[in-house]
């Protein structure tokens, strides 16, 4: 779609009904899943009851991410139901509450998710399947009942298990012709049947999709778990363009990332949604965020390391690679943080300021504006601003044009007088 373009969106909206998880498409699974004398597809608190595993013994607990590459090896001493729940525990920690059954006999029991995800950024991120396999036989010890903790809680019983569908996305053209676009099909090519002009979304549009997804997700979440059943989540925006876009809460971190790529040049713009995902988990350092990045999946070979200039015993996911622009490759190991560092500083201003809007009235009588704290004495911005005191509308949110700080790392904090209103 050209620059020029400006076109709404209309997102959502995600529909809770009570079958189970559905992110992308799983429709046979769905069918087996609710037919309880099925045993390939079983809700994680049904296994115990399909469970073929001699009943005690040493049990060797594999864990495989989707990669194929081995997440957690555990050996497991005592009942079959120890090593089960020793395998689920990080099927549930990983939010997946269904498998397929695999071999499932006296000597080994295997499970796996019900999908992949085939969204590359996460790929291998997540876990795969696990094998359980009974390396020694042991007899029970008779007089000790074996405890068997209840798995779950009563409440996340099959019947409340959610599902979360994405209704088709709804795009108004500038020409007035409306149109739908399924999400799994917003990588396509497309054209407007209104003015007949490629319509075919840019990446940093797709990506500003997928994050808004996700964040309908996460927001369908957690009402569910606060106890509502049927929830209906929709997010509305303009299409990324060239303008600039009121900062919101639901639009912070995918404007402060897309930013942020867009200014260093060192990450795509089809990684912006990795940005943001990395943003979510912002309380610890940029650096262990982007580390644990990089670690996680397919690594580069040794060879490919090498001639990447990226020494050996450095991580390098394929997939963190494969985000890297050219110029990011030339330093590879530090694209994704300095990004992170720098959507980073953006979204903490804009959160200074949004608590301040939090502030009870009689607090606000006191404030006198936003301060500025700045770090570099070499940037003409910086040096100019430090100690300043500006209004809201003029904080510098997004990094400031004039700010050459790589990372823009400068603070806002609410300024308060407390002898203001003392005559
Ligand atoms: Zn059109
Ligand atoms: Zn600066």
């Not at 995600?14 to 992308?24: A, H």
């Not at 957690?72 to 920690?93: C, M, P, W, Y």
């Not at 012709?177 to 840019?202: H, M, P, W």
């Not at 959507?343 to 608590?355: D, S």
Request: proline share 4%; with cysteine.
């Amino acid at each position: 779609m050209d620059a020029k373009t400006i076109e709404w969106i209309i997102f959502g909206p995600l529909i809770f009904g009570l079958i189970l998880i559905s992110w992308w498409a799983m429709g046979e699974s769905h069918k087996r899943l609710d037919d309880p004398n099925d045993d390939r597809t079983v809700y994680l608190n049904r296994l115990r009851q399909i469970l073929k595993l001699a009943p005690y013994g040493v049990f060797r607990v594999t864990i495989y991410r989707q990669s194929g590459n081995i997440h957690a090896e555990h050996q497991v001493t005592g009942s079959k139901e120890d090593a089960l729940n020793t395998a689920i525990a990080t099927f549930r920690r990983a939010g997946i509450d269904a498998v397929h059954v695999g071999a499932n006999n006296e000597t080994q029991l295997r499970i796996g998710r019900l999908y992949h995800d085939h969204r590359g950024r996460k790929e291998g991120k997540k876990i795969g399947k696990a094998h359980i396999a009974l390396e020694q036989r042991m007899e029970a010890p008779a007089s000790t009942p074996i405890p068997v903790p209840d798995l779950i809680p009563a409440t996340l019983m099959e019947a409340s298990e959610p599902s979360i569908s994405i209704q088709n996305i709804g795009i108004t053209c500038d020409c007035g012709q409306r149109s739908e676009l399924a999400f799994a099909a917003i990588r396509n090519e497309r054209v407007c049947e209104g003015c007949g002009k490629d319509a075919t979304l840019t990446p940093v549009q797709i990506a500003q999709l997928e994050v808004a997804a996700e964040d309908a997700q996460r927001e369908a979440m957690a009402r569910y778990h606060a106890g509502e059943t049927d929830i209906f989540v929709e997010r509305k925006s303009k299409l990324a363009g060239d303008e600039p876009t009121t900062l919101t809460d639901q639009n912070i971190k995918f404007e402060a990332a897309k930013e942020a790529v867009e200014h260093l040049g060192l990450i795509k713009s089809g990684a912006i949604a990795t940005i943001v995902g990395m943003m979510h988990g912002l309380a610890e350092h940029p650096r262990a965020i982007a580390t644990a990045y990089r670690k996680d999946g397919a690594q580069l070979s040794r060879d490919e390391k090498k001639a990447a200039h990226i020494r050996a015993n450095a991580f390098m996911s394929r997939q963190a690679y494969e985000d890297l622009t050219d110029k990011g490759k030339a330093n590879p190991l530090n694209g994704h943080e300095l990004t992170l560092l720098r959507a980073g500083f953006t979204e903490n201003r804009y959160r200074r300021i949004r608590l301040h809007d939090e502030t009870p009235d009689n607090i606000k009588d006191y404030f006198v504006g936003f301060e500025y704290q700045t770090h570099s004495s070499d940037c003409p911005f910086c040096k100019r601003v430090d100690g300043t005191i500006v209004q809201n509308a003029e904080v510098a949110i997004l990094p400031s044009p004039d700010c050459v700080c790589e990372t823009a790392n400068y603070f806002v904090s609410a300024k308060m007088d407390w002898l203001k209103n003392i005559a």
